[in-house]
């Protein structure tokens, strides 16, 4: 195991709602990414968090937003929910020195089902 | 933009054979190239980073190599076990330098059969 947790593991949401996923980083680690993953393809990179600071976005729209907390820990919001959505949304936590960032460690995964 | 491409077709080998995943990138000169692990439903593992300026890097059995000339990295896994049946993921840091922010390939699916 990574030391990684996120929560909720499985979650299904209707068309038009709101939801809100939880990634606990690994201790020490003050960077936290957020990736989507589609079935049968890589990881996408939606955003990552430094200090809790938006740190760099992917191609995703505003309606994706985040947070990350003073213990580094952080959320990941989707508004207005779209049946493409539905996706393995992953959370990877590293520590960033002067000299760039450590190895990711990802946590399980959120599996989110919109219907 | 950046695209990164991996063997689209999973590999099928025998246990005791060598496996080659091959990714290939286009429009973009990465610094810094790493390979992940991924077992269905679970998030994933990282496994080896390779820098621009070296060539090879070897870990137990383990072997990645980056020729940024071809741009295309190799991953060899020798005397494959069923154990390593996975899917391989490819991916490119996107920033400047070690940001963590991975452009991944699509993967790799890898099938070992005794």
């Known amino acids: 195991e990574t030391g990684v947790t996120q929560s909720p593991t499985h979650l299904i949401k209707t068309r038009g709602q709101q939801v809100t996923l939880r990634c606990s980083s690994q201790?020490?680690?003050?960077?936290v990414s957020w990736y989507q993953q589609a079935l049968g393809q890589g990881p996408q990179f939606i955003f990552q968090y430094y200090r809790e600071e938006e740190n760099g976005r992917g191609n995703f729209p505003p309606r994706f937003s985040g947070l990350q907390f003073p213990n580094y820990s952080s959320e990941l919001n989707v508004n207005a929910l779209e049946l493409d959505d539905s996706a393995l949304y992953l959370c990877a936590s590293s520590f960033r020195t002067g000299g760039g960032n450590t190895e990711a460690f990802f946590g399980q995964g959120t599996r989110l089902t919109v219907v | 933009s950046q695209k990164i491409e991996q063997n689209s077709e999973a590999l099928n080998i025998q246990e005791g054979k060598t496996a080659t995943l091959t990714c290939n990138y286009t429009n973009y000169s990465p610094a810094y190239l790493q390979w992940y692990r991924q077992d269905p439903g679970r998030g994933p593992v990282f496994l080896l980073l390779i820098r621009e300026n070296e060539k090879e890097k070897r870990k137990e059995r383990l072997k990645v190599t980056f020729d940024t000339t071809l741009k295309q990295s190799l991953f060899h896994i020798t005397a494959s076990q069923p154990a390593d049946s996975a899917t391989y993921l490819c991916?490119?840091?996107?920033?400047?330098?070690?940001?963590?922010?991975?452009?991944f390939g699509q993967g790799t699916t890898l099938q070992v059969k005794p």
């Open positions: 201790s020490g680690h003050n960077t």
């Open positions: 991916a490119l840091d996107g920033g400047s330098g070690n940001t963590g922010k991975l452009i």
